[in-house]
């Protein structure tokens, strides 16, 4: 599984970007696809996942409804919409992908869960 994140860049406080998650050699729905960032300095935190069968969302608390995920299943594309973005987003996001032993496994925020990683796309917010 390969995966390929775009759509970083920089935009002043309160804009937004949109965040695209490439899946390439996926085979079937047994999939969770998760975005995560890092700061300078900072671990890597979760942010949010979709379970690629149902479209099930799971999010960080501080996401407060800001970043929706989706996914399009004929794109083989997994979305995070961010919106009201603020100088602490600013951070290299990624997208990792874990396969599930059922369709409708829990999703996780778990980092160590995910075994594939794409490369970061840099997110950056001016105050």
């Known amino acids: 599984v390969q995966l390929q994140a775009s759509g970083g860049g920089l935009v002043r406080t309160g804009g937004s970007l949109r965040l695209s998650c490439t899946v390439s050699g996926r085979t079937g729905s047994k999939y969770h696809i998760g975005w995560f960032r890092q700061a300078p300095g900072k671990e890597r935190e979760f942010v949010a996942a979709i379970r690629w069968f149902d479209g099930d969302s799971y999010y960080a608390n501080f996401v407060k409804g800001r970043f929706p995920i989706s996914r399009d299943d004929a794109k083989n594309t997994v979305y995070l919409e961010m919106n009201n973005l603020q100088p602490e987003d600013t951070a290299l996001y990624y997208c990792?992908?874990?396969?599930?032993?059922?369709?409708?496994?829990?999703?996780?925020?778990?980092?160590?869960?995910?075994?594939?990683w794409g490369q970061g796309t840099q997110v950056t917010v001016s105050s």
């Open positions: 990792a992908a874990r396969s599930t032993a059922s369709f409708r496994q829990t999703l996780t925020k778990e980092v160590n869960s995910y075994r594939y």
